[in-house]
Every structure is written in C-alpha cells, then in structure tokens.
C-alpha cells in the first residue's frame, strides 16, 4: 500500500469500528498490514496499545464516524474486502477469546448439560432438548452439505467460509474457530444453533453503543455476557441456572437473524451488468414472510415451526404444566440430510430416533405446505382431439413455496395421463429413478430460484450476482417493496389488482391418439428435492483443496446411500375422464383402420375421407394447426 496513514485517522476508523460493533479482528489485523511502514508512534506508546480499539470518537455525531471509518478502510484496505473479510456489527469473537484475562463473557455451555432437564422425561416426543437434537438447527455445523458448500465458497472467495460459519456454527465461531475460515478448526462436538446460544441472544447491545439493534438478517446477532437463559415465561423458580422472560424469543426477526442472509461482497446486479444494490440476495425467507399476510396477522415463524404442547417444560420437581411449552423439533422441509446425519454420526452421537422423528416431521410440514387441485378439467375426452387441464397449486406457508437455500432446492409438477390400457398420453415432470434425474420436457412446471453471474446460471454461490430466475410461489397477501430481493422473476404471479396471487395454475395441453382407451386417467404430483444430482456432483468435483475434495467425497458418497435424495411427494391427485367415441365425418381412425365409409385411415390421429374426400385433408391440417395454437398458448401461460 502506498502514501502514509496519520495515526490520529487510525484511531478515528478503529473508533468508528467498534461503535459500530463491527469484527475488531479483521479490522486490527489490516492495520498491522500497514501500520509498522507507515506509522510510528509518536507518544511513546506500545504499537499494540496504538491499534487498541477505543470507544471514543473524532466526530461529533456517531452515525457520520461510522461512515467515515468505513470509508477509510474501504479505500485503504481494497485488497481485504476482495478476500473475503467480512466486518459485521454484534457480538464479536473477541468477546470470548481470553476468559481469564477478562472474562466479559460468560463461556458457553454445552447443550449435552441441558439434556439431565430437558430431555427424556415425557410420553409425547415434545421436549425441547430431545427434538433439538435431532433438527437441522442442532445438526448445522456437521450437516456435510454445508460442508462441502463451505470449502467451494472459500476457495471462490478467500476468506468468505467465515461469514458462513457465523450462521452454521455461531458458538464456534464466537469461541474463534472460525479461523482458518475453511471450517477446518471446527470440533467434532460442534452441533450447530446450540441451547446457550440461542437463549442468551439479545435485542439490544450489551455495550450500549449501537442503537439498530435488533438487526435481521447475515447473523448479526448480540449475545448476553451473563449466562442467563432467555425464554417466553416470567414466572420460573425451579430452574437450577438464572432465567429472565424474553419477548424476543417468540418474535420472528430472531430467526430472521440468519434466514436473510446477503453476500457483502458481491453487488446485485440485473442481467446487463447494472447494479441494482451492494448486496446480492442470497436467501430471503424472513424478508418473504415479513411481506406477507402471516406477519400482518401476527402468525410468527415460531408459530408453525414450534407448535405448543401442553406439559411440562422440564422434569425438576415442581415445574408447573402449560399449554405453551413448545417444541424445539424446528421442523422444515429437510426429509433428505435426517438421513444422511444418521448414516455418518449415529455411532457416534447416538441420535438415530431424533433424526427419524425430524423426518416424519418434515414430511408431515411439507404436505401441509401446499394445496393441488384441478383447476379445470373436461367432462369427457375425444380420440383425436386435444385434452386440456389447468392444475392449481396453492401456496399455504408463510413464506415463498419453496424457500431457503436455492442451490438444488425445489418443486415440481408431475403430470402424468394414462389410458385404460396402461398407455401414456402425457407425461411431464417425470422423475426417472436410474438416473435420479427430473427429465426436462416443454410442459415442466417448475417452482425454484436460480442465480448465476451476470444473468449466466451458475451454482458458485458466494460469485453469484444475479437473479436468473425465481418461479416459486408467493404467500398469502404478499406484498414485496423495492430492493427487497423476493420479487419474483420469470413468472407472472400478479393478480391484476395490483397484488401478488398465492397460487400458481399449470396449463397442459395433451394430444390423444385415435386408439385410445376409456377410462383416462389423470395423475398430478407435487414433488420436492432437497438438492439435485447436478449440484451433488458439482459439490463433488469443484473442489480445489484436500479438505474440500474429502468433504465433497463423503456428501457424494453418503448421497448414493440413502436414495440419492429421491424428491418427495407432497400432495397428490388423480381422476378419471371418461372417453367419448369421435363422431362425424371426420372421425378419428386408427393406423392401418378405415373410416364409417371404408375409407383408409392416413395413421394414429388421421380423419376419414367421409362423404367428401376433398375436405379430408383440410380437416387434417386444421387439426394440426389446432394443436400448435393450443401448445403455443400454453407455452405462454406457463411463462406468465
């Protein structure tokens, strides 16, 4: 780095750092750069009490010092910004780093200290440790998808796994194992989002200096320095630690904590290269309920995903009976890593029964997710002709259908019409199981979100700058603003009153033979995957370190053993159309048949001759003519 910096700027940016609250290692660690050729202490004091971070400022209105230090570092330190160090305000690493110098903190617990209480001691499965432990929450730090996710994304962006495992592992972190950022620090007994950590989280800074907290969104999250457990009751006297009632903790933007999440160092920007804001969407399920009717209405995210029991909430002598103690089960649309996590950890943790019973729940949340219904289907069906159907799907969480991690994540139709002979019409969405692959045709039906560079799909997730594509399906009442990031693209869901629709309607077109046999049957699937084969592999084979060609190995091969993520059904429908004989002139004849008048059939679909031979050609392309009218309409609808 070139020119000098005066040590009075130095100390006005490392005070603009910590009101801000942001990471005091990173910023330290780029003073050093530059400091021992550039400056030299001038009072005499130590370099190290120099670079000391210092509550105090060199302007008079906190917001402009801010601005001013990031200012700084930004045109002093370009070079840390493009490997991937990413400041964020909250509680930081240094917090906890040296207890016996100065114990600020009070160390975390491990949630195996929590189980003697809160585990094993009720008939139904509700207690808040024994389901924990078998949620994807419980399970994020060791859920070798993330893994692997993590040692592609650092090696794509140096530095960046870091801002990954604040959300993964925010107990790892906090305690420094974040460092080296390629996860490699992190301990086999690391599970996740733990007990201590979750309820020692706090709307508001413990030092007092930034006023914005309650933050949403990349884990900027304040932890208590005491170890007092924060939860929803004011009236506990048997616990064995200290509790205080917390609002907080039944308020969705504590989850929205690391279900927003940004990528700080990538701008979005539209197809063309413009850029549309600093920070590229990533994921944005907090943000997706926040615009729509649940949050209106008051319907949190704890409401659905830790439904209440009655009982009690631990097994100490005492604890009085609710009806709101509330499981910790966490329940999502994961029915694929439950048994991943039981094939490479249960001999060593022992959870097999957690992670089954985070199956069944996920299975049960997802069908309750969604409604599939026809929207209009014909009375009967004519060989020869056109079948045409609309099939509803209907959005029924608080969120986008689906939502979360976009890389591989999705829904689908599959639509499949048979005869009475066993015989396919039409088929759409088909999955095909000997290649565990969704084949691609024109009718497919998709609900995902796709990202790329510069409008190019691609699924470097940490590179990525643009929105592709994002066809799933809106909440109820939803109401996106301007640079939100949830706006859907490349699918019309406008209700033509000026809102959002929460529902899709599918249009299929299928052509019938002349031989066709009645009763039609028509079966309409919702699937679900979890990932797809192409992002496993990709996983697989994009990895440019030991660590990382070992992490994706092991997702691969624990893919190939538990059913390679096979989609998931989430709700189904069939009906029959019963088959109506062609009538007229211009019937349908089968191949090789003749027509009421012994005229000779021109193949599947063709028309007798009839009374008039001339017309019988016309009639034939017209018919031709009617079906790509009818393909080419619904072509379009499916891109409304």
């Known amino acids: 780095m070139g020119g000098s910096i005066e040590p009075g700027v130095i100390e006005c940016v490392l005070g ?9 290692g990173a ?127 650092d090696a794509d962006s140096p530095g960046s796994g870091d801002f990954c495992i604040r959300c993964h592992a925010p107990e790892a972190w906090l305690e420094g194992r974040s460092d080296p950022p390629d996860g490699s620090a992190l301990l086999a007994d690391d599970d996740g989002v733990t007990c201590h950590f979750c309820h020692r989280l706090v709307d508001e800074d413990p030092d007092g200096l930034d006023e914005s907290v309650p933050y949403a969104g990349n884990a900027r999250y304040f932890v208590a320095r005491e170890s007092m457990m924060r939860g929803p009751y004011d009236d506990v006297t048997t616990a064995p630690h200290g509790t205080t009632q917390s609002a907080y903790h039944g308020q969705a933007i504590l989850c929205g904590l690391c279900h927003d999440v940004s990528n700080p160092l ?41 439904p209440a029991f009655s009982g009690t909430a631990c097994n100490v002598s005492g604890t009085p009976a609710r009806d709101d103690v509330y499981t910790h089960a966490l329940d999502g649309a994961n029915t694929w890593m439950p048994d991943v996590l039981t094939l490479l950890y249960d001999e060593a943790l022992d959870r097999a029964d957690a992670w089954a019973a985070a199956k069944e729940n996920a299975t049960a949340m997802l069908r309750r997710s969604a409604l ?31 939502t979360g991690y976009p890389e591989g994540r999705r829904m689908w139709l599959e639509v499949a019409i048979t005869d009475a002979t066993g015989r396919a019409v039409l088929e759409s969405g088909t999955w095909d199981e000997s290649t565990s692959s969704r084949l691609e045709d024109e009718q497919l039906r998709a609900y995902e979100a796709r990202h790329g ?46 809102g959002y629709r929460d529902h899709d309607v599918a249009p299929y077109v299928a052509a019938l033979p002349c031989e066709i046999a009645g009763p039609l049957t028509i079966r309409v699937r919702l699937l679900q995957q ?31 053993r538990t059913g390679r993520a096979a989609p998931v059904v989430v709700n189904e429908i069939t009906q029959d159309v019963p088959v109506s004989e062609a009538e007229g002139a211009g019937a349908c004849v089968p191949d090789g048949g003749t027509g009421p008048d012994g005229g000779r059939g021109d193949g599947c679909c063709s028309v007798s001759p009839g009374a008039d031979a001339g017309h019988g050609w016309v009639t034939f392309v017209l018919f031709g003519v009617m079906i790509a009218v009818r393909a080419r309409r619904a072509r379009r609808r499916r891109n409304e």
Not at 16 to 24: D, I, K, T, Y
Not at 394 to 400: A, F, L, R
């Open 266 to 306: 990538v701008p979005w920007r539209d197809e063309d290269g413009a850029e549309i804001a600093p920070e590229f969407p990533l994921q944005r399920t907090y943000t997706e309920w926040l615009r729509s009717a649940f949050a209106a209405e008051g319907a949190s995210c704890q409401s659905c995903h830790m």
């Open 372 to 402: 599939v219904a026809f929207e209009t289907l014909p009375a009967s069906a004519e060989p020869g002709s056109t079948l045409d159907l609309e099939v509803r799907v209907t959005n029924m969480s608080g969120h986008k259908l689906p």
């Open 530 to 560: 979890t990932i797809s084969r192409e992002h496993v592999e990709f996983l697989r084979d994009d990895q440019s370190t030991s660590l990382g060609q070992e992490r994706g190995a092991t997702l691969y091969d624990a893919w190939e």
């Open 16 to 24: 603009g750092l910590q009101a801000a609250r942001f990471r005091p």
């Open 453 to 498: 560079v510069r409008g190019e799909p691609g699924p470097h997730f940490i590179l990525n700058d643009t929105i592709v594509s994002d066809t799933r399906i809106p909440p109820r009442g939803f109401a996106p603003e301007d640079g939100d990031g949830v706006h859907p693209v490349g699918r019309d869901y406008g209700d033509r009153a000026g």
């Open 27 to 153: 910023s330290i660690f780029a003073i050093h750069r530059v400091l021992p050729e550039s400056v030299s202490p001038s009072n005499g004091e130590p370099e190290d009490e120099l670079l000391r971070p210092r509550p105090t400022f060199c302007f008079h209105d906190r917001l402009t010092a801010v601005r001013v230090s990031i200012l700084a570092l930004g045109l002093a330190l370009l070079p840390l910004a493009a490997e991937g160090d990413v400041p964020m305000p909250g509680t930081q690493p240094a917090d906890f780093q040296d207890q016996t110098a100065d114990p600020r903190y009070a160390p975390f617990s491990p949630s195996r200290a929590c189980k003697p209480c809160h585990g094993e001691f009720a008939e139904e499965n509700y207690e808040a440790h024994d389901t924990w432990k078998g949620s994807m929450m419980g399970n994020a730090a060791r859920d070798p998808l993330f893994l692997a996710a993590l040692s592609v994304a």
